[in-house]
């Protein structure tokens, strides 16, 4: 426990998100990966990431994901499941499934793999290739149906926005023909390619409604049998999630170049984040002045500072507070509370009163006018 004015000692991570590398085959418009990700090219070897497992799990580390971009990219990413396996983690693939076959999934079982997370951008061929930016969707059912095959718990993580919020009732159906143990109904949330889409990916607080309606009629009908997280849009609430738990809290994030950091969008802050290439994960994490710089309340503005919430949304996004107003110190705009919340007010009017907007893709190629919906 924590009080105001004192700085927290951390406890140990508890979850390691190893983000194996940014290549992706899919150009989503809303992908979380850095703006500038294609700057980013010495990723760390086998032997690098060998030994970042082994420092995080003797810290207490449990929990691991392989991300990416797409982690089935990476040749060696059996021998990490197998040596993470052997250090006792419990291990989730957190996949778009293109490229997720037979051979593959088999090798991934036999090295120990517990947990696969598939993604899918649309529950139709039409708009989810249209999104993906190329031919997947068929790809994605053969991967789940493999998933189901072998054994694999899955989740199914179906991407909402204002393109997609219409199918979330499909999504479900889709979500029960294949099987899924879980669902999670993600929402954008506008800090990367999302946010230079927003405009067009905005969902309308009437479509959130309704889908929110739908998803905890679902919860209820499923119960027991299928678990279904909804995830809020952020723009639409008067209220902060507390972030990754809050800042260097819980979560660890190892990009593709070894740089660490409290969250896997913390990369765009004027920080310098401390890469496990120059530092052991002990002192990165318990030492370093970018894990420290948001911990505690010290660092907190009014009305943060004042707020009897602060212990349980931390201020917020610092992502957020920086891509909106410059200054990754704010109160998180999406707060009722925050001086910078008609920042919020004015986005949500604008994307509500835009008009057909292109798209921006990560492939330039990719960008073309939005999907007209009647022909879904």
């Known amino acids: ?97 293109v490229g997720l076959h037979q051979e593959r999934i088999r090798a991934f079982k036999e090295a120990g793999l517990d947990h696969i997370q598939l993604s899918f951008q649309a529950p139709f061929k039409e708009l989810n290739d249209y999104l993906a930016g190329t031919e997947c969707f068929e790809q994605k059912l053969e991967a789940a149906r493999l998933i189901k095959r072998h054994g694999f718990p899955m989740v199914l993580c179906f991407v909402r926005h204002r393109l997609t919020e219409p199918y979330v009732e499909d999504f479900l159906k889709l979500a029960i023909e294949l099987e899924a143990d879980y669902v ?75 740089t660490a950091l409290p969250c896997h969008a913390a990369k765009i802050l004027p920080i310098e984040f401390p890469t496990v290439r120059d530092h052991s994960v002990r002192w990165i994490w318990e030492e370093s002045p970018a894990f420290n710089r948001f911990r505690g309340f010290d660092w907190m503005p009014e009305p943060c500072r004042s707020c009897d919430e602060k212990e349980k949304d ?43 907007q292109p798209l921006i893709f990560r492939n330039p190629k990719n960008a073309r006018r939005v999907l007209d919906r009647s022909s879904s």
């Not at 230079?196 to 119960?223: C, D, F, G, M």
């Not at 992502?319 to 707060?335: E, I, K, R, S």
Request: positive net charge; charged residues 25%; hydrophobic residues 35%.
């Open 184 to 258: 999670e109904l993600a929402m954008v949330q506008n800090l990367a390619w999302d946010l230079v889409n927003r405009k067009v990916l905005l969902p309308t607080k009437e479509q959130l409604a309704r889908s929110e309606a739908i998803a905890k009629a679902y919860q209820e009908k499923l119960k027991g049998r299928m678990k279904i997280y909804y995830v809020v849009q952020d723009y639409y609430e008067s209220r902060p999630k507390a972030c990754m738990s809050g800042w260097g809290n819980i979560f660890l994030t190892i990009a593709p170049d070894g």
């Open 1 to 97: 426990m924590t009080t105001a004015g004192s700085k927290p000692k951390p406890s140990p991570p508890r979850w390691l998100l190893a983000e194996l590398t940014y290549a992706c085959p899919l150009q989503c418009p809303y992908c979380s990966n850095p703006i500038d990700y294609s700057r980013y090219k010495r990723e760390l070897t086998t032997a690098e990431w060998l030994d970042v497992l082994r420092q995080a799990r003797k810290m207490g580390a449990v929990q691991l994901g392989f991300s990416g971009g797409e982690p089935l990219l990476r040749q060696d990413l059996e021998q990490l499941i197998a040596e993470s396996r052997k250090l006792g983690y419990y291990t989730n693939l957190i996949t778009s499934g």
């Open 314 to 356: 931390f201020g917020g996004c610092r992502c957020q507070a920086y891509l909106l107003t410059g200054d990754m110190t704010a109160t998180d705009p999406v707060c009722a509370k925050s001086p910078h919340h008609d920042l919020i007010e004015r986005a949500t009017l604008e994307a509500q009163s835009a008009g057909e």
